[in-house]
């Protein structure tokens, strides 16, 4: 009967430290695409990218115009032209179009590109700044995505916080 109270006893030591140890586990999630969205650094490489690309917007959206207005005058003019005429300008047309297709492909794959790079900046200053708010409130885990986030929990406005004050973050 003593060995049955000891192991209880025992059992009942171990479940009180159990609770007293999770009670002291303090943990944090972090909305990463509020991050990519909201912060300072996100918003200034979203800012740099349009300046970056905008030139080579204004080309496309020019020669689209150009592509439009011969589109046009072909649909006008098209039965008062001569045969010779009306070819070629069918044909410039065509390879008009295929220029532009070209030109927008090549500009996604380029924006998508240095967005990718620029993110990549963002989420690895945004991870520094996490971790020095892990060691400075002493968090024991920081989630980064949760299907879930209790407000209680969530620090994402003290990493957009963090990221705005433009802190020095320790490499």
Not at 22 to 45: M, Q, W, Y
Not at 88 to 104: C, F, S
Not at 119 to 148: C, R, W
């Amino acid at each position: 009967m003593k060995s049955i109270f000891k192991v209880v006893a025992l059992f009942i030591l171990l479940c009180s430290s159990a609770v007293t140890v999770a009670a002291d586990f303090k943990v944090g999630v972090v909305d990463t695409e509020r991050i990519l969205r909201e912060s300072v650094p996100a918003v200034n490489a979203e800012k740099r990218i349009t300046k970056e690309f905008s030139g080579r917007d204004l080309d496309i959206k020019g020669l689209m115009k150009q592509a439009k207005d011969l589109q046009s005058l072909l649909e006008k003019e098209g039965v008062t032209l001569s045969d010779a005429d009306q070819r070629n300008k069918e044909r410039e047309l065509t390879t008009l179009n295929a220029d532009v297709q070209r030109l927008q492909r090549e500009f996604r794959e380029d924006l998508n590109l240095r967005k990718n790079e620029e993110l990549a900046i963002v989420l690895e200053l945004a991870n520094k700044a996490i971790q020095m708010i892990a060691e400075t409130e002493k968090f024991d885990l920081i989630l980064q995505e949760a299907v879930y986030r209790n407000p209680k929990i969530d620090i994402t406005d003290k990493v957009i916080q963090h990221l705005a004050d433009d802190k020095p973050v320790s490499k």
